[in-house]
């Protein structure tokens, strides 16, 4: 099983890196040249349905669960699930004197009938993708908590 754990600090107040971080439509922004594509196909609730694509025209559908009073977020793949057996994420968001840390944790499995890499392989791409876009994430919110301020 592989597993990821990485966090930044965000100096910006909770309520706007929660709502911009989990504000799907933003994510093509938010995580660099990762995703082409952001889509919500549904909201039911705190229940996000949304599909993906990627720069390799790939594309998948995930669910988000949004829990902004408990300050986390849980995610999971759903379709095509290949090259997971599965694919879960929760996001923590911690107050801290700095600002917010934002946390991500991975787990999933790779699928026995993918064997162009080996998951800690996958792991390793999934950590420095995580920190590059976690940097993207702090930038743009930090940015826009200033700009805001400023209108103050």
């Known amino acids: ?3 990821t754990r990485n966090h930044i600090v965000i100096n910006a107040p909770y309520d ?10 933003r994510w093509t922004e938010l995580f660099g040249d990762e995703y082409v594509k952001a889509d ?3 909201r039911k609730g705190n229940e996000i349905t949304f599909r993906l694509n990627d720069k390799d025209g790939k ?5 988000r669960w949004l ?3 408990h ?3 849980v995610a999971s793949r759903h379709e095509p699930m290949f090259p997971f057996k ?7 968001y911690v107050e801290e ?6 946390i991500w944790i991975q787990d999933f499995e790779m699928d026995p009938g993918f064997t162009k890499f080996t998951e800690q392989q996958i792991e390793g791409f999934v950590n420095e993708h995580s920190r590059h876009n976690m940097q993207i994430f702090k930038k743009v919110i930090e940015k826009e908590a200033g700009q805001l301020a400023g209108k103050n």
């Open 1 to 3: 099983m592989g597993h």
């Open 59 to 63: 594309s998948w559908v995930s669910k």
């Open 16 to 25: 706007l890196v929660f709502d911009i971080s989990n504000k799907i439509e």
């Open 40 to 42: 919500v196909l549904e």
């Open 71 to 73: 300050r986390y977020a």
């Open 67 to 69: 829990d902004k009073e």
């Open 86 to 92: 599965y694919m879960k994420i929760v996001w923590f």
């Open 97 to 102: 004197p700095e600002g917010v840390k934002m």
